[in-house]
């Protein structure tokens, strides 16, 4: 396998997260944080996204991405707080609708993935 591959995600271009992403709201999915689309870092400089969950009831934030290169499977990694949560029964179960969300999502594009990886061949780009 060529090494420069060897450690880079599979290319999602940041328009084609961008419709994911509105594909899933649109299928009627609720949040209180901010989700969106970045522009990822890539060594080739190919055009790839990173979709990120800012949480409202937590001081942190959910990126999410494909595991590695020519992997079907994405992973979500939730950012380090610098410092102990400490909440109400309340704020926690709005916390814990916000990770639900965010597992959603994540295996929403994940799904969408080997959707889009299965009918390759087939796509006008």
């Not at 990822?40 to 959910?62: F, H, K, P, W, Y």
């Amino acid at each position: 396998m060529n090494e420069e591959l060897e450690d880079s995600p599979p290319r999602r271009s940041l328009t084609q997260l961008k419709a994911w992403v509105q594909e899933f709201r649109e299928q009627g999915h609720l949040f209180a944080g901010q989700l969106k689309v970045v522009e990822q870092e890539d060594a080739d400089s190919q055009d790839t996204g990173l979709v990120v969950m800012n949480l409202m009831n937590a001081r942190a934030s959910i990126y999410m991405q494909p595991k590695g290169y020519d992997e079907p499977l994405w992973e979500a990694t939730l950012t380090s707080r610098p410092d102990d949560l400490t909440m109400t029964p309340h704020e926690m179960a709005s916390l814990a609708a916000e990770l639900v969300v965010a597992g959603n999502l994540c295996s929403f594009l994940q799904w969408k993935s080997l959707e889009w990886d299965r009918d390759s061949g087939r796509h006008r780009i």
